[in-house]
């Protein structure tokens, strides 16, 4: 079945350094791979996706994301955090057919201490 | 930019009430959906929609019902809600295709007392 797999809950990083947020899929085919992030009383919002190709993705607010197969994995990277980053990222993947839901993990949550 | 409209952002219901959580987009989408976030569980789907009167049962369909009539709106109903039913609901809606992303709604925080 498919699953997603968020090891971090928590996570408290410095403000000014690098973060990575770590995310395995289980999956039996390419998958469809999603960022999100959710600040404190809001709705999600996509930060990136991987659909095919470059394995190196670019999203919004200066995030990235690696796909490695091998891995099975999707890790989530930003050089330099913000304060403003701190919230809930939830890593997903996407329907493998017409007619299936988005699958989420359970969410890390990043502290930025100043 | 794609909207998708929760009805309400907090509400507090009493046990045994019927609960109706309303949910518009204005993308033409096809796919609905409706899910429960509680804090370690991350969201679970409870049901969506790939068409009109159409509905699948997501991974905790238990007590909660759906209405999909328009296009447009996607209604979560709680038949008679219990206190393990407070939590923060998600809505979202997507376009038919393998891979789509889904938007969200922002959430209605539900007290159940």
């Known amino acids: 079945a498919q699953s997603v797999t968020q090891p971090d809950i928590h996570i408290t990083v410095s403000e000014g350094a690098s973060l990575e947020l770590r995310c395995n899929y289980s999956y039996g085919a390419t998958p469809y791979l999603f960022w999100y992030v959710q600040s404190p009383g809001q709705g999600l919002q996509l930060l990136l996706k991987y659909f095919s190709g470059d394995t190196l993705v670019q999203g919004i607010k200066g995030f990235e994301a690696e796909f490695k197969r091998s891995q099975s994995s999707f890790n989530l990277r930003k050089p330099s955090v913000h304060w403003s980053d701190a919230a809930e990222y939830f890593c997903?993947?996407?329907?493998?057919?017409?007619?299936?839901?988005?699958?989420f993990g359970k969410g890390t949550t990043l502290s930025v201490s100043s | 930019d794609v909207k998708v409209t929760q009805s309400s952002r907090y509400l507090v219901k009493r046990t045994g009430e019927k609960v109706f959580l309303e949910c518009v987009q204005d993308?033409?989408?096809?796919?609905m959906f409706w899910y429960r976030q509680d804090p370690g569980l991350g969201l679970r789907l409870i049901y969506f929609?790939?068409?009109?009167?159409?509905?699948e049962k997501g991974d905790i369909p238990e007590g909660y019902s759906v209405s999909r009539e328009k296009k447009e709106r996607f209604s979560l109903i709680l038949e008679s809600a219990s206190t393990n039913q407070t939590s923060m609901y998600l809505c979202?809606?997507?376009?038919?295709?393998?891979?789509?992303?889904?938007?969200f709604g922002q959430g209605t925080r539900l007290t159940v007392v």
């Open positions: 997903a993947v996407g329907a493998w057919q017409a007619g299936t839901a988005l699958i």
């Open positions: 993308m033409d989408h096809e796919n």
């Open positions: 979202a809606s997507s376009r038919q295709g393998l891979g789509t992303e889904a938007f």
């Open positions: 929609s790939y068409d009109v009167k159409m509905k």
